[in-house]
C-alpha cells in the first residue's frame, strides 16, 4: 500500500528558511502527481498554498514556492513568519480518480 | 461567492449508518467533481471519494466498501453514507469541489466541516 510520507514536524526561526518535502514509501513524486500543500490552523478547514507543483494560490505570499527536489516535491518557506506556524499536508493524485494525503507536519516558527 | 456547508447528525451510534450532506450554493454543482475528506481531532486528513454530478464516483479502497456517494443537482447537495461504522470513524467531515485542467488537480474550495463522533 502506498503511503505519502511527511516530515511530522519542522521548526524555524523567524525570518528563516524551512523546506518541507512530501514524498512516496515507493517510488518519485513527479509533476504528474499534480502535488498540492495546504495550511491549515486549529478549528479551520485547509487552505490551497500551493497547487500543480510550483503555482501559489491567490493571496498566498511569495515566500512560499513549490519546487520537485530529488524524489520528492517541496514547500519552501522563505522567511517565515510567525503566522506560518500551522499544519501542512501536501496531497498526490494518483490517477484514476484517487487522492492520497500524506501524514502532515507540525511547523513551528519560534 | 461560491460556498459549501455540511450538515448531519454530530452523533452516531456504532454500527449504525453515517450520513451527511453538503449544501452547494453561489455556483453549479454540475461542472465540478466534489470530495469527501475527514479529519480526525488531531489527527491528519484522509480523502474519502469523490464524485461527479453524472453519478460517477471513485472511492479510497480502505473505505471502499462502506461508502456511498451521491448528488442530487436540483437541490445542489451532495451525500456521503458511510455504513458499519466504529469509533475510528470519529472525525470532521468535509466536502471540498475538485479543479482539474491541464496541468492541475486539487481541491480549491472547503466547507468548514462537521464533527461526527461514534459512540453508543
Known amino acids: 500500500q502506498t503511503v505519502v510520507t511527511q516530515e511530522p514536524s519542522f521548526s524555524v526561526s523567524p525570518g528563516g528558511t524551512v523546506t518541507l518535502t512530501c514524498g512516496l514509501s515507493s517510488g518519485s513524486v513527479s509533476t504528474g502527481y499534480y502535488p498540492t500543500w495546504y495550511q491549515q490552523t486549529p478549528g479551520q478547514p485547509p487552505r490551497t498554498v500551493i497547487y500543480s507543483t510550483y503555482t501559489r494560490s491567490s493571496g498566498v505570499p511569495d515566500r512560499f514556492s513549490g519546487s520537485i527536489l530529488g524524489n520528492k516535491a517541496a514547500l519552501t518557506i522563505t522567511g517565515a513568519h510567525a503566522d506560518d506556524e500551522s499544519d501542512y499536508y501536501c496531497v498526490l493524485y494518483m490517477g484514476s480518480g484517487i487522492s492520497l494525503f500524506g501524514g502532515g507536519t507540525k511547523l513551528t516558527v519560534l | 461567492q461560491v460556498q459549501l456547508q455540511e450538515s448531519g447528525p454530530g452523533l452516531v451510534k456504532p454500527s449504525e449508518t453515517l450520513s451527511l450532506t453538503c449544501t452547494v450554493s453561489?455556483?453549479?454543482?454540475?461542472?465540478?467533481?466534489w470530495s469527501w475528506i475527514r479529519q480526525p481531532a488531531g489527527k491528519g486528513l484522509e480523502w474519502i471519494g469523490r464524485i461527479y454530478p453524472s453519478g460517477s464516483t471513485n472511492y479510497n479502497p480502505s473505505l471502499k466498501s462502506r461508502v456511498t456517494m451521491s448528488v442530487d443537482t436540483s437541490k445542489s447537495q451532495l451525500s456521503l453514507r458511510l455504513t458499519s461504522v466504529t469509533a475510528a470513524d470519529t472525525a470532521f467531515y468535509y466536502c471540498?469541489?475538485?479543479?482539474?485542467?491541464?496541468?492541475?488537480?486539487?481541491?480549491?474550495?472547503w466547507g468548514q466541516g462537521t464533527l461526527v463522533t461514534v459512540s453508543s
Open positions: 453561489g455556483d453549479s454543482i454540475s461542472s465540478y467533481f
Open positions: 471540498a469541489r475538485v479543479v482539474m485542467g491541464s496541468g492541475y488537480y486539487y481541491f480549491d474550495l
